[in-house]
């Protein structure tokens, strides 16, 4: 089951994915968003609902949008693999704890939608990364049961602006928040089966060249771990997303560094879960 946020005749939605377009269940259900179906509605009951009605629209009658547009929280990890830590050059050791930091509603846009090159600066960089989609919220998760609080599974360019992450300190703040940098879609796979989440692999491409592929099964913090750890300290909730961390191969860590400009297409693909792309678009101020 594939659920997501769209706008069609000038009105945002949400829907399902089925083999003949998209199911409108904003115009059916009680729900006013995708959000709030995730918190009150079973998975079975939204199923049932769609397997009793056609298509309201074809896939190329929608825009994307971020699958929870009115998310409280989008939490991302930010050095979640081996050789992504090694690849800083500084000697450290690998971290005991995930590194952690918010992003905001604004910085993400839909699948297919522009992505931003702001003219601050140069430094535009992806970062390809699976993410969680919060169903059954709550404080100090153990990990054992982490899973059961997983409906499901959509995709990330966690698009960064690398000088602006460097500008403070203890923080990258500033470069993970520029407008429309990132995207998140383009649906919501729905989790049903947990051996699902045991051999994902993550690749993305600029331009079809491959750059990055991973597996998570080298995750340094695995998907249980983090909902516990989260957990601990903020009260997760339905439609919360947490985006897990990417792989080695984004553009800062070449010699030298290949940025993203204006006309590149990137594109991060999840077996089982769907293909996200967008456009780099240069941004006027």
Known sequence: MRL??????????????????????SARLKQQSLRQLIAEMPRADIQAEIARVSADFSLSDIDYL????????????????????????????????????????????????????????PQFDYEGEIVLVIGKGGRRIPAESALDHIFGLTICNEGSVRDWMRHAKFNVTQGK???ASGS?????????????????????????ELRQEESIARMMFPFTYLINYISTFMELVPGDMIVTGTPTGSGARFDPPRYLVDGDVVRVAVAGVGTLENRVQAERR
């Not at 009105?11 to 399902?16: E, I, L, T, V, Y």
């Not at 383009?186 to 600029?206: F, G, K, M, S, Y």
């Open 4 to 25: 997501l946020s769209f706008r069609a005749d000038g009105k945002d939605r949400f829907g399902a994915v089925i083999d003949t377009g998209v199911v409108d269940l």
């Open 66 to 121: 971020v699958p929870v547009p009115d998310a409280d929280k989008i939490i991302c990890v930010g050095v979640n693999y081996a050789d992504r830590n090694a690849e800083y050059k500084d000697g450290s050791e690998l971290p005991k704890f995930p590194s952690l930091f918010l992003r905001s509603r604004g910085s993400f846009v839909g699948h297919g939608q522009a992505l931003l090159l702001p003219p601050e600066s």
């Open 177 to 179: 928040n520029f407008h």
């Open 184 to 208: 998140i879609g383009p649906w919501i796979e729905v989790l049903d089966d947990r051996a699902t989440l045991a051999a994902l692999d993550i690749r993305t491409w600029v331009n079809d």
